[in-house]
């Protein structure tokens, strides 16, 4: 096998990241990440309101510099052997878009309003459409939403698109369609510049958008009409046909040629959801529940058709035939808040600290900003370390997840979070470990559902920075779930899943399956459950259940 390489862009919330890799054996070569500048400084969002906006022009900048500047760190005989790149990008993160597919966000015109720019996956404005998108949804004889767990949020893309015709007249009147960012991003790199010709991933529109293959694709402009009139428009510009992220989008244009210095042609993959390319490089199998850990979870499995059968999976985030691995069926759950809990306790710690610097840190003492970083920065291990020390009684403090909602089981953003069996002698270590213990209830409640419903779950792969840094939730999970719990040795899983993707689509391997044994790079440590604390956490797992059921109620 001659030695190629691909490139794998992975942007996540915060950042782009580029690696590029050895076809061969999936050895990192060169890799660059940049940072969103617009959202680093906190424009176009109001958290208040569940108001979450990423400007197009930070996509643009981060994906030149990171492509750039990896690039620029390999010779040029490697430069003549990069063969594709493909692109994953967080989901659902929609946009309004002109005929040319270009976000609105980029004319003069809209070049600071909001509402032109992506509504980022986080962004829950639209609960009211979304109310609305399933409560009307029973009026019809089919289920359309059987295929995304029964269902939808506002998270999604119909329920953003929905809050648009419903909230800016101008943003919408001048749209032509509204896109996916992990579409629009692969559509950018090709230089193409019509609307019509963009390919569609399955993952965002199975999993987002209420494409089903079992129900003969997306909902019929009925169903839409019936949701708002004006919705009709729109959904007569979007392609009908969706493509496995094994696929090809076209070739990178002469212009990102010029800019990037690759005297080559490369071709561009289909895009996919972030979460689902991070299980692809942490080599996903059937039977195992990828958890992606951040700051919330993305939780996805494999099933083959044969398996599953005519089985509906309810309460989840879709069950869709070709996301994830191509050859399964794809099936998506996760918590909306995982290590946003824990950053809201060591916010809420830090900030009489904070506050009260700020005279002082003005003045400029070097002293005073360190320490103040130094907590920043070792505030949670150190209650990770306590916390190990400190035992768990069957009515220690007891904390609910659900600070942005619920994402599953069955989706509910309104509901809230709580804490209860405060007492005078609670203390951060306790509460620390009571929301320590919420999100891992949080991912068993998930487990149980699923498998409650014929999908067996035998163990989990972890990934992200929770899994890699945090040896306490990750014990403290193994003993909740009472299964084992391996964590991949790649540290960028996700940009290594949309290069086996990549090596996919241009031909290097015959398939998916291939390209992850011959390119992934295995597992570096395993959580064992301890058989002594499951008498616990069964009983401490049900006072959590009757926790939600109780504050569900109020």
Known sequence: MEQEYVIGVDFGTDSARAIIVDTKNGDLISSAVSYFKRWKEGKYCNPKQNIF???????????????????????????????????????????????????????????????????????HSSVKEVEEINEKALDFEINYLSYCGGAYSSEWFWSKLLYLVRNDHEVFQESYSWIEQSDWLPYLLTGMEDADQIKRNVCAAGHKALWSQELGGYPPSEFFMHLDPKLDRIYQTISKEVYTADQIVGQLSKEWREVLGLPQEVLIGVGAIDAHVGAIGAQIQPGYMCKVMGTSTCDMMVIDRKMLGDKLIQ???????????????????????????????????????????????????????????????????????????????????????????????????????????????????????????????????????????????????GIGGIAKKSDYVMQTLADILQRPIKVHRSEETCAMGASMLAATASGIYDNLEEAMDKMGSGFEKMYSPCLEKKELYDLRFKKYQDLGSAIAKI
């Open 315 to 461: 309460g989840i985030c879709g069950q869709v035939q070709g996301s994830i691995v191509p050859e399964f069926i794809g099936l998506e759950a996760g918590q909306s808040a995982f290590g946003d809990v824990y950053n809201w306790l060591k916010n809420l710690l830090l900030w009489p600290i904070g506050n009260n610097m700020k005279g002082i840190a003005s003045s400029g003492s070097q002293a005073v900003l360190e320490l103040k970083e130094e907590l920043e920065q070792n505030l949670l291990s150190n209650l990770s370390e306590l916390a190990k020390q400190q035992p768990v009684g069957i009515d220690s403090e007891l904390a609910l997840d659900w600070f942005n909602g619920r994402r599953t089981p069955n989706v509910d953003p309104i509901v809230t979070a709580g804490l209860i069996n405060l007492k005078l002698a609670t203390g951060p270590v306790q509460i620390f470990q009571a929301l320590v213990e919420a999100t891992c209830f949080g991912s068993r409640a998930i487990v149980e559902h699923v498998e409650a419903q014929g999908v067996v779950i035998e163990g989990v792969i």
């Open 53 to 123: 906006r990423q400007h197009p022009l930070d996509y643009i900048e981060s994906l030149e510099d990171c492509l750039k500047e990896s690039l620029k760190n390999i010779s040029e005989e490697k430069r003549l052997r990069v063969r594709a790149i493909s692109i994953d990008s967080t989901g659902s993160t929609p946009v309004a878009i002109d005929k040319k597919g270009r976000p609105l966000a980029l004319t003069a015109r809209f070049s600071e309003n909001p509402n032109a720019m992506f509504f980022l996956w986080k962004d």
